[in-house]
């Protein structure tokens, strides 16, 4: 689904050249949900944006869903976000003056969809979310929970073969934070391909695989190891759902 | 917003970023519908008095400017006023295709059946008939008198609507100065913008005549010159100077093609020298041809003030374009969120740019509207302290469309670097 190799990217000033991405490698496949972990200035969201097509890369090579990025056109890069990418903020960066329909209806217009299909994905995206009566709502009489909620429609509505989201969770308190995790891991489970960057040891230890970011490459060695999100697992915390394995792992750490 | 079009959904962002910011916009609509309002205004006064006011023919009649004065003291060019005998040989040779040949003059009229005393002080143009073939007067009722001599008149719209209430007066008996003319033609409304059969005495932007009477009656008449004239004898009355050299008869022709004015120059010229070898006038041969816009730029018509003003209009409108812009630097620099949002989730930099530019092209709409009206008001405003620019402060139909498009060029002109701005940032820049 998601493959880079050899990716760098240099931000460069006038007295100091930054490598936010060194030789940075990562294969994601269908299915997957990854967790992104690492220090603050590890790179972690520069990452993201790469992946997200958000910015650019100096050297390496990248492919989505089987397209070589390198050198498309400005229209080619918005067609491949628009198509197979879509992003959760942290903020969830809703229009405030729009409705939650018009916040939702927003990628679909830049694809030329008709007003039925478009509405049609809307509500459908939006009932996935459990906010399906709040159409007409303009995102200030929502909680924050439930506009993450309206942000995860909108990356939803388009059905893209990704889902980026940065820091979902940062700006909610743990029961909201639990109800979009909820969410995005039945995503997961009907299919969804999902990359999260997280600060949350124990969101990262939910998801399949967790990578560490640090000085702008993949840490050859892990932090999190992956939660047994078994049947009986489901429901509890995560801290008392975190395995023996996992535990002896963390005091290695 | 249910619509497919992305065409009315950008016109809704449009609409709603207005609702955002209606005192910015206002304000944007403002400034630029003042710089557009006063350009137009004067590009009207231009327009007025550089437009060509009879272009189906301009090139072919020419005014006639000849040099027969008889004393040693000449004035410095050919005279544009002529003796009747030299007018009436240019009526009289058959180079031309038509000729008019003419005066102004000023009655009091009234209608000889009412009983009302009430007269009306009417500007006259005592002319050959040629006149209204060579002009293209527009009739409504009748036609033009066939003679140069008659008791017979031709009047314009006004006047008929003043004294007939613009009905059909032909066979109307007009009392003139106490003489009674019979109305043979009436004219329909006649805007000649500029005045080009007389332009001179500042005279280009005056409105065409209310009455027009056959040439050798008004001389008859002794009907006085009201235009220029120049003598160099003594005379009492306009009825005397047919054999006399006085000069106040204003000579226009129509060619066929451009042959015959060499044609007409050599005849003017071998004329001249005829009355110079007979000793009539001592001056060097020069006569002058000038077709109607030679003729109008002969006269300087068109103000060198306004074009003056117009200019520095243009400079004001750059002004208005830079203020505009820098007011909507700040709020295309709030929407970069938006346009990262929208950039994120699939919109082009070519989404981005017609969106923004729907968005002027809307305000330029919105900007061309108002523009028009404060065009009117400045104009409006301008004859209340300049009456002379009543009958050029006009915006015709082309001026309108001129002024919306000059709105639009403006609105995208003050949007195009703040869009630049707005879409020069890295897209992940604002989002987080």
């Known amino acids: ?253 | 917003m249910p619509s497919n079009s992305m065409f009315v959904y950008n016109l809704t962002l449009a609409m709603q970023s207005f609702r955002r910011a209606p005192t910015l916009y206002f304000l944007i609509i403002l400034t630029l519908s003042i710089g557009v309002g006063v350009l137009c205004a004067n590009l009207a006064l231009v327009n007025s008095m550089a437009s060509d006011p009879i272009p189906e023919k301009s090139a072919n009649l020419f005014h006639i400017n000849m040099n027969t004065w008889p004393d040693d003291q000449p004035p410095d060019e050919p005279m544009h006023i002529l003796r009747y005998r030299d007018a009436m040989a240019i009526a009289e040779s058959k180079l031309t295709k038509g000729s008019a040949i003419f005066y102004a003059s000023g009655v009091y009229a009234r209608d000889a059946e009412s009983s009302s005393m009430k007269r009306f002080d009417s500007e006259v143009r005592a002319t050959t008939p040629g006149f209204f073939e060579l002009t293209n007067a527009p009739f409504a009722f009748g036609s033009a008198f066939e003679k140069s001599r008659g008791m017979e008149i031709v009047i314009g719209d006004e006047l008929n609507k003043k004294i007939f209430a613009g009905k059909n007066s032909v066979g109307k008996t007009l009392e003139l100065d106490g003489e009674l003319l019979t109305i043979v033609g009436v004219l329909k409304p006649w805007v000649l913008r500029p005045l080009f059969y007389h332009p001179t005495e500042g005279r280009a932007f005056n409105l065409t005549d209310d009455i027009f009477a056959p040439l050798e009656t008004a001389i008859d008449l002794g009907w006085s010159i009201h235009a220029r004239s120049s003598s160099a004898v003594n005379y009492t009355g306009i009825e005397e100077t047919r054999d006399k050299d006085v000069y106040y008869l204003q000579a226009w022709v129509e060619l066929a093609d451009m042959n015959q004015k060499s044609a007409l120059q050599s005849y003017l010229d071998n004329y001249s020298q005829q009355l110079k070898d007979a000793g009539e006038h001592p001056l060097a041969i020069k006569n002058e041809l000038h077709n109607v816009n030679e003729w109008l730029k002969v006269n300087k018509v068109v103000d060198q003030k306004v074009l003056a003003f117009t200019l520095a209009s243009v400079l004001f409108l750059s002004v208005c374009i830079f203020n505009a812009s820098s007011l909507l630097l700040p709020r295309f620099h709030a929407a970069k969120f938006e346009v990262g949002l929208r950039r994120a989730i699939g919109a082009s930099n070519r989404h981005m740019l017609v969106q923004g530019l729907t968005e002027s092209v809307l305000l330029g709409l919105f900007t061309g509207v108002v523009a028009l009206v404060l065009s009117w008001l400045f104009l409006k405003l301008s004859v209340q302290f300049l009456p002379r620019l009543t009958n050029l402060a006009v915006l015709e139909p082309k001026l309108l469309v001129l002024g919306m498009l000059l709105a639009l060029v403006t609105s995208i002109a003050s949007s195009l670097y703040p869009l630049y701005r707005a879409n020069y940032y890295t897209i992940s820049a604002e989002l987080k």
């Open chain 1, 1 to 253: 689904m998601l493959n880079m190799n050899n990716i760098s990217r240099i931000y460069q000033s006038d007295t100091i050249q930054t490598h936010a991405l060194r030789d940075f490698s990562l294969k994601v496949n269908e299915g997957e949900f990854v967790a992104v972990t690492g220090p603050s200035g590890s790179g972690k969201s520069t990452f993201l944006n790469v992946a997200g097509l958000l910015d650019n890369f100096d050297r390496g090579q990248y492919e989505l869903d089987g397209v070589s990025v390198q050198g498309l056109k400005d229209d080619e890069l918005s067609r491949l976000r628009n198509e197979k990418i879509g992003f959760i903020f942290q903020n969830y960066n809703l229009i405030p003056d729009y409705s939650i329909f018009d916040n939702v209806d927003m990628p679909l217009r830049y694809r030329g969809f008709s007003a039925s299909e478009r509405k049609r994905r809307v509500e459908q995206a939006l009932e996935k979310v459990g906010l399906a009566s709040r159409l007409k709502y303009l995102p200030s009489q929502l909680s924050g929970g439930q506009q993450q909620r309206v942000a995860i429609a909108r990356a939803l509505a388009g059905e893209p073969k990704i889902l980026l989201a940065d820091e979902p969770t940062g700006n909610l308190d743990s029961l909201m934070a639990r109800q979009v995790m909820e969410i995005l891991h039945d995503l997961n489970k009907d299919g969804a391909t999902i990359i999260m960057v997280t600060h949350d040891p124990d969101q990262a230890r939910e998801v399949n695989r967790n990578v560490q970011v640090i000085d702008g490459q993949l840490a050859d060695f892990k932090i999190y190891a992956p939660l047994d999100r078994t049947a009986e697992n489901k429901g509890k915390t995560v801290s008392a759902a975190v395995s023996a394995d996992v535990a002896e792992e963390m005091a290695d750490a």
